[in-house]
């Protein structure tokens, strides 16, 4: 079975600019997860899709932060601009229902400078 | 409001010792609880989960967790650590309206 792909692996861009990541989720996977990982601390939920609708996004920033999930598969997660702060790895999951363990992928490392 | 506690950053263990990496809650309604662990430069893995029944779970590779409602506690144990634990390890919960929450973690290193 394949895991869940992300593209690209790493990212270098200045603040201000744009930035986009890529999620492909395990095959059938109703819920699908982005998380933000800064260095040193745990992963902190950005959103979480269930199919198509958005179950959780309070802790996405809204201003520069925006993420969808095309035909309940595939998803996107874009930053513009970026900020400084904004330099983590960017964790997607994805899981059968949103009660059962999650599967992660690689990850994206931002660095922003 | 929910969260998650994982007081100690880093544990470490010598080969062979048994290990524990703690982990505290505070979650209206029944948890879901879990543990994943992260090895360097990989995605994070899930170990074990605790959704009802029986208060000590098994998982993965030897480890196992126990429940504990009245301490509202969930650590992660081994009966005998190997060199090849040494990982950062994130529990995590989720309460009743399926949001979720990870500790920030704690290394572990066995020492051979």
């Known amino acids: 079975e394949a895991g869940v792909a992300q593209s690209p692996r790493y990212k270098i861009i200045e603040k201000r600019q744009s930035v986009a990541f890529w999620c492909n989720p395990i095959?059938?996977?109703?819920?699908l997860y982005w998380y933000q990982q800064i260095l040193g601390q745990g992963p902190k939920l950005l959103i979480q899709?269930?199919?198509?609708?958005?179950?959780?996004d309070s802790q996405l920033p809204k201003d520069r932060f925006s993420a969808e999930r095309l035909k309940g598969v595939d998803s996107t997660l874009k930053i513009q601009p970026a900020k400084l702060e904004d330099s983590a790895v960017y964790l997607c999951?994805?899981?059968?229902?949103?009660?059962?363990?999650?599967?992660f992928g690689p990850g994206t490392r931002l660095t922003v400078l | 409001a929910q969260s998650v506690a994982q007081p100690e950053d880093q544990v470490n263990v010598a080969e062979g010792n048994p290990l524990t990496v703690k982990c505290t809650y505070s979650?209206?309604?029944?948890?879901?609880l879990f543990w994943y662990v992260q090895y360097p430069n990989r995605g994070l893995q899930f170990l074990l989960k605790?959704?009802?029944?029986?208060?000590l779970v098994k998982g993965s590779y030897g480890f196992e967790a126990e429940f504990n409602k009245s301490q509202t506690s969930f650590h992660l144990k081994k009966p005998s650590a190997l060199v090849s634990d040494s990982a950062l390890y994130f529990c995590?919960?989720?309460?009743?309206?399926?949001?979720?929450?990870f500790g920030k973690g704690t290394r572990l290193h066995i020492l051979p």
């Open positions: 995590a919960v989720r309460d009743r309206d399926d949001k979720i929450i």
């Open positions: 605790y959704i009802t029944g029986d208060n």
């Open positions: 979650v209206s309604g029944n948890p879901y």
């Open positions: 899709f269930q199919n198509n609708g958005v179950v959780d």
């Open positions: 095959s059938g996977h109703a819920t």
């Open positions: 999951a994805s899981s059968p229902l949103a009660r059962n363990e999650q599967f």
